[in-house]
């Protein structure tokens, strides 16, 4: 199983950025995904999920508004669309499968059984 992020970088608060994640070795089945992301000096906050067939979604109270997640099972792609940046967005952004979708949906109860290695976001000025 492999989890590959890219599209992160340096962006000016306000700003816009779009992650992807693609992912390979599930064989031909698609599972729920999310998002997490970690600070420094931080824990992991889970912020959004995605049904394996990318019909219910869920997002953090943090993200709500600014951040789209999307997927496109045709290429095995998972998204994070995140919109009006912010500093105390700066982080790690990891996509990963979690065990469950009630998980994926609400971040409660999360297990992580896969991750990938994670892009680097900042947000600055």
């Known amino acids: 199983v492999q989890l590959v992020e890219s599209g992160g970088g340096l962006v000016g608060p306000g700003g816009s950025l779009k992650l992807s994640c693609v992912y390979s070795?599930?064989?031909?089945?698609?599972?729920?995904m999310i998002w997490v992301r970690q600070a420094p000096e931080k824990g992991l906050e889970w912020v959004a999920g995605i049904t394996n067939g990318g019909g219910s979604e869920g997002y953090s109270d943090s993200v709500k508004g600014r951040f789209a997640i999307s997927r496109e099972n045709t290429k095995n792609t998972v998204y994070l669309r995140m919109n009006s940046l912010r500093p105390e967005d700066s982080a790690v952004y990891y996509c990963a499968r979690p065990r469950t979708t009630d998980s994926a949906l609400t971040g409660q109860k999360l297990e992580i059984l896969h991750r990938g290695q994670g892009t680097q976001v900042t947000v600055s000025s």
């Open positions: 070795g599930f064989g031909r089945s698609h599972f729920p």
